[in-house]
């Protein structure tokens, strides 16, 4: 199945018994909220420089579960508070395999900000025992905003708060200091090393969420 520049989509139909992982987008003051976790700078050569590796907030699929569950339990269980899933003013969707994308009408009551897909490999073979295998495996991203004054949780390094305008700067591998100076933010239970080097994973969906959430700034 392809889908044509603003065809109306059905997410909930589109992932209904089939392999999916789903994360929120979190805005606070215009700055887009990610996770830190310590870890080590990659390297081809097993050079290991420590460093914190930026992490979109997201779940892995559980059985029986729908892709707005998924998004908020994984929410949830990462940034340790309630939080509420939002309708997003555009869907934009995102063929993973020959990297399209393009608007498209959502006919969801909550629509994502970005629906992904990549055809699987092996599509009778699920991830792990319970899930369902498919064709392809689907990845959303829905707008959600925190019930309570988010903190940083246990399970995290700290919690980075970027403008969208300066995600790009990651691929250079920046230090914290640097990206603070620019005036990203930071969210932290104990100081973090303003020394040590960001770094973000290539096949990151925040990166392309970064840059559409550009196109709209009344979210920002």
Known sequence: MTFSRLESIDVRHLTTNQPFSAGVILLLQGQLVVGLDADYLPSAEGNKTVAYQIKGVWGE?????????????????????????????????????????YPVNCSDTIAPFLLERQSNLYPYTPLRSGL???????????????????TCPSNMAGLLCIQPELWPMLQQQPTLEILLQQGATIIENTRLVRERQLWVHPWESFTLAATLLQRHPELL
């Open 61 to 101: 699929q559980k059985p029986a579960e729908t892709i707005w569950q998924c998004a908020f339990r994984g929410a949830k269980e990462k940034l340790q508070i309630e939080l509420t899933l939002l309708p997003a003013p555009a869907t934009y969707f995102h063929e993973i395999d020959t990297g399209e994308q």
């Open 132 to 150: 369902p295998a498919g064709p392809y495996t689907y990845f959303s991203l829905f707008l959600a905003q925190p019930d309570h004054p988010l």
